[in-house]
């Protein structure tokens, strides 16, 4: 099972205080596969994100074991596990230019020539060609989350993690960025993880949905705000 | 590294603090064998309390300290509670800055050049109303009562109170409340002091009790605008510290120890008057007024907030005009003939405490703003959130008079062989500009949005690039402020300087201090101008500068302290 680019997910248990919020989740995502977590706010499933890219909050125990592309990257530093992650805000720096934020995420390694041909490639695939110099303040709603995916894919992620990330885009604009995050992900053959809770969402994702059950215990709280 | 730098931080500044309170505490009980104190007794404790001016100085200390605080509170609570959401709101903070700025001394000159019998109060209404043809032959300022000191103290503290309850309003759900309150009846001042002030109050507390310890135990104000004989407790304290009669130690350092008993029983007493309030403030929410339209209270609170900023801008513009004044006769309101002979012939005589000023106060922010940004990183990546203890800890300084730990820091400084160095100097300006960096810093620094980080790191980026690369260039302009606001403390320091410095250091400050005491005038106004242009300088760059670097990035606006 080594090498074969899945998202693997064994035996995760995720408590708060004492409260187990997830118990026991097996899960494996195939390259180009997108898998959608649905459940209700405070079921811990932005949280499952947050540990899996190496950032959960101290207040939550964890158990289980993750694993990429053969490699077990539980105890991995976020910068070390090579998961891309997108969250319902775009998140691009503002203090950057557009080009600036894509070529943050290119590896160090890069030589420099390489890297502005990465950057012009990506924004060409954005639909925004020629907006390198812009301030990322200056571009809509649909733009940004373009950019915010061009970023991420220019790290070279293994894995691809989405927290609600179209649930801040309107209706109209909703379903395009879908089949441009979608497509990307697939052409690269990328395991995907949505968490969501728009039905809508894990339909146009056609994989598999895991429903997480909210505890009778469980408090009623927006956990990503 | 990153993982000393809360020990080390903590070290820095409240090891000089306690060590300071044992340093004065020891010879007050007759212990310090430099002195030739080898054994402890009451002794200086007896002829502290047989000083016969001792008396006065008390009751001048704490009329003064508790009218400045309950005075400047109240204007800051009255205004905020009339006019919350309004215009005067919006125009008195963008004010705020430019008369925070100014050091406490610059402040005391200026209100003496306005109150004093020749000042602008005297003459604008001289001689058509008063019939003065001379200045009037009065005590204003210095008056026997500390009245002046009062006035001087409310124009600093007013600003500062304001700056801590508009930072912690933004911190609470204040205009939903305001709003659920004044739909159920409550007339808007009501409203605000039964259902804000309660969420406001526990987040000003301690900047409340920081204002009436530094109203009870300031020196450089009082030295200026209170009564000589007797002034209040610290600057007599001082004055027997600096008695050539070296056996006056033992009595200053019990003054010392008195004034820091002082301070805490002060604190004590106001912490039961808050209790009281509460209890009361209860059965008065319970029992439901509405309140009145209250405009009448609107409009007294507005023009106390008018006149504590007018009075500051006017006095800095009257040190201002003083020190370009060549001919200013009584009763005219300007000069008859202006000069730029003053400023010319102290430029000599400013370089070396000038110089002093610039490069203690860079040193000292610089230090600063590195050991509170590296404490934020270290807390930030180990996901500690620091408790209410820790406030406390940070306001230990400020809390804890000057004067009476200080004695006990010169000792130390004293053994160690680096009284009246360059680096103790810093040092001992560090105390006070630590915590304030630290308090202007933590709340924009812990507000950035963590995600942020999250999504560098997931980029690849290590926890250093993201430190480097993404938070502080995002917080770059609350950074910078932060550094001003240490700039602008060390440039006012006067104790730290008089203590740490050992006397052979001069700065702006002291020079002022010293000249304020007789001296001409222009003089005077050319050190307390060139004392609050520092501080101006120093902001004016912090905010100029990130908004140059991303003027093309408008989002960073948002990130603005």
Redesign the interface.
């Known amino acids: 099972m080594s090498g074969d680019g899945a998202l693997r997910l064994k035996a995760v248990t995720l408590a708060l205080d004492g409260r187990v919020l997830i118990d026991g989740l097996d899960l494996a995502v195939a390259p180009g596969e997108v898998v959608t977590v649905m459940g209700p706010s405070g079921c811990g499933k932005s949280s499952l994100l947050?540990w899996l890219?190496?950032?959960v909050?101290?207040a939550f125990t964890v158990g289980g074991r993750a694993l990429l592309d053969g490699t077990d990257i539980t105890a991995l530093?976020?910068?070390a596990?090579?998961?891309?992650?997108l969250?319902q805000?775009d998140?691009l720096?503002?203090?950057l230019s557009v080009a600036g934020n894509l070529a943050?995420?290119i590896?160090?390694n890069v030589p420099r020539r390489e890297r502005r041909a990465r950057v012009a490639a990506a924004l060409a695939e954005a639909e925004l060609p020629g907006f390198g110099d812009r301030?990322?303040?200056?571009l809509s709603g649909g733009q940004r989350a373009r950019i915010a995916l061009m970023?991420?894919l220019l790290?070279e992620?293994k894995a691809l993690l989405l927290d609600e990330p179209f649930s801040r885009l309107d209706a109209r604009l909703r379903d395009r960025m879908r089949h441009f995050v979608f497509d990307h992900a697939g052409e690269r053959g990328l395991p995907v993880l949505l968490v969501t809770h728009d039905p809508d969402d894990a339909a146009a994702a056609a994989g598999p949905v895991i429903e997480i059950a909210p505890r009778d215990d469980a408090p009623e709280f927006a956990e990503s705000d | 590294m990153l993982r000393w730098a809360p020990a080390l931080t903590l070290l820095l500044f409240l090891g000089p603090v306690a060590a300071g309170l044992i340093g004065t505490w020891l010879p007050a009980f007759g212990y310090l064998p430099a002195l030739g104190g080898e054994r402890f007794s009451l002794e200086p404790w007896r002829r502290l309390f047989s000083e016969p001016g001792l008396g006065g100085a008390l009751r001048l200390t704490l009329t003064t300290g508790f009218a400045a605080t309950a005075l400047s509170l109240a204007i800051v609570l009255a205004f905020l509670a009339t006019c919350h959401g309004t215009r005067p709101v919006i125009a008195v903070r963008r004010l705020l800055a430019p008369l925070l700025a100014v050091p406490h001394v610059a402040v005391a000159i200026g209100f003496a050049f306005l109150a004093a019998p020749s000042g602008w109060l005297a003459r604008a209404v001289s001689p058509w109303l008063t019939g003065w043809d001379r200045p009037p032959d009065l005590a204003t300022a210095p008056d026997p009562f500390g009245v002046a000191l009062v006035c001087g103290l409310v124009l600093k503290e007013v600003p500062f109170l304001l700056l801590m309850t508009l930072a912690a309003l933004g911190q609470v759900p204040a205009d939903r409340t305001l709003a659920v309150a004044r739909s159920l009846g409550y007339a808007p001042a009501t409203a605000w002091i039964k259902t804000v002030l309660p969420l406001v109050w526990p987040q000003i507390r301690l900047p409340v009790y920081a204002v009436l310890a530094f109203s009870l135990s300031v020196v450089d104000m009082a030295l200026v605008l209170a009564p000589g004989s007797p002034p209040p407790l610290a600057p007599l304290v001082l004055r027997w510290f600096n008695d050539p009669d070296l056996s006056r130690q033992f009595v200053a350092a019990a003054g010392a120890s008195l004034q820091f008993v002082l301070v805490g029983s002060a604190i004590l007493a106001w912490f039961a008057g808050e209790r009281l309030a509460a209890s009361l403030g209860r059965r008065w929410i319970d029992a439901g007024g509405r309140g009145a339209g209250g405009r009448a209270m609107r409009r007294g609170a507005t023009a106390a907030m008018a006149l504590v900023f007018a009075t500051g801008l006017a006095g800095i513009t009257g040190m201002a005009i003083w020190s370009f004044a060549r001919r200013w006769r009584w009763p005219d309101l300007l000069p008859s003939e202006w000069t730029l002979h003053t400023w010319a012939r102290q430029l000599d005589a400013l370089a070396w405490p000038g110089w002093t000023t610039v490069s203690v106060a860079l040193t000292a922010s610089a230090i600063a703003i590195a050991l509170v940004l590296a404490c934020l990183e270290h807390e930030q990546r180990?996901?500690i959130t620091p408790g209410s203890r820790a406030l406390w800890l940070l306001y230990a300084p400020l809390l804890a008079p000057q004067i009476g730990f200080l004695f006990g820091v010169q000792v130390l400084l004293v053994r160690a062989g680096l009284d009246g160095s360059w680096p103790a100097l810093v040092w001992g300006h560090l105390l006070f500009v630590l915590p304030y960096v630290f308090l202007a810093l933590a709340d924009p620094w812990r507000r950035l949005?963590e995600?942020?980080?999250?999504?560098?790191?997931?980029?690849?980026?290590?926890?250093a690039?993201v430190f480097w690369?993404?938070k502080l260039?995002?917080l770059?302009r609350p950074v910078l402020f932060a550094t001003a606001v240490g700039f602008a403390v060390s440039v006012g320091e006067y104790l730290p300087t008089v203590f740490a410095g050992g006397g052979r250091f001069a700065t702006l400050t002291t020079e002022a201090v010293s000249l304020a005491a007789g001296g001409d005038r222009r003089v005077i106004g050319v050190y307390a101008l060139l004392q609050a242009l520092l501080p101006w300088l120093g902001f004016m760059l912090a905010i100029g500068v990130p908004a140059w670097f991303?003027r093309?990035?408008?989002?960073?606006r948002?990130?603005a302290a």
């Open positions: 947050a890219c190496g950032s909050a101290a530093p976020s910068e596990r090579r998961i891309g992650i969250f805000d998140l720096f503002p203090h943050f995420g590896p160090r301030d990322p303040a200056t970023r991420t790290a992620p | 180990h996901g949005d995600r942020y980080a999250r999504t560098a790191l997931c980029l690849g980026a290590s926890p690039g690369r993404v260039p995002m770059l991303y093309r990035r408008r989002d960073m948002e990130f």
